[in-house]
């Protein structure tokens, strides 16, 4: 690993720094920890943002700033504790910006919060809890007083995410087409159903709403009894139906085997884990969810499973230039578990149905 310590100088609130060392999560940006030397100074995490995704990395670590200070402002206002572990803090390097940028790339720091951990899977309980953090994390955005730019604009927009697909079949730039002709077809018979959100939003009945849009269960903070601290990888929180982060949670929770398990027998929809989450979610969401919103959870249960499928078949046709491998079908591989997950949540839509409508 290269020495990172010149970075970290940047960041003069860090000081003396022990030890850093490479954090293996998420697919995108790259992700450290800074041990520091004085033993009551908080450690940090160092990351350096995917510039190639994140192309406006000012309009990033603005929404981020905004957001944070949104939140750390009602947590001080409602006299809560402890509030370091409940909401990042991103630090300014010298020049005050939260990032700082050399030719290695972009920069940023945050504390790192103590006493904490992420849990890959899920029970029935933290899901409970995790509906209830990420509907409250929606609610207390409600008012936020600027409009978020759409720092990667269209990124749940599923027309948009099929308009993609289909130019990666167009082009077949890396020959792999005709092996994947099966699943493209499979996902073009259900194309026009899984966009009715897009068409509800053109036809003024479903609104946009500020949205994490990343909610998978290791993208929150647990204090070590297991109790919710706080909402983490804050990156892609922009404007977006309300089903992002209903959906893509449930998409990782709900799902019994691995994002990319190879055996596809593994994947299967958890109803109680569905269950808990929707009651969460509702629970805390309800103040601000139209009838047409809580309505389409069911389909937004299955349009992240969908989504996800389309995005990684995407990428596997155009030769794997956007998600992390670490085998050569592993974008394959990936798109059939998530593929799978979508039917298995479509078998399970009159049973979500009928759990929603016993909620309300
Ligand atoms: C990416 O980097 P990570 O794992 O948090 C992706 C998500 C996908 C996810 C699939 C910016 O998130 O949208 O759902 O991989 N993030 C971006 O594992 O594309
Ligand atoms: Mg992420």
Redesign the pocket.
Known sequence: MTDLTPIIKHFPEVGEVQEIKALT?????QTYLVKTADEKAPNYVLQRI?NN??CDVDMLQHNIEVVTGHIRQKLVAANEDDIERKVLRFIPATDGKTYYKDESGYWRVSVFIPESQTLEAVTPESSYLAGLKFGEFQAMLADVPEQLGEI?PN??NMEFRLQQLREAVAENKVGRLAEVQDIVDAIEKDAEKMCSAERLHREGKLPKRICH??T?V??MMFDMEGKVLCVI?L??IMPSFIFSDFG?FL??AANTGK?DDADLNNVQFNMEIFKAFAKGYIESARVFLTPLEIEMLPYAAQL?PYM?AV??LADYINGDT??QTKYADHNLV?TKAQYKLYQEACKAEPAMKEYIASLM
């Open positions: 999560s998420g697919l995108i940006n995917n995704i994140f990667i990124f749940h849009c990343d998978k290791s993208n990888d990156d892609t893509d998409r990782s994002e992240f996800q995005r990684f956007y998600y990936r």
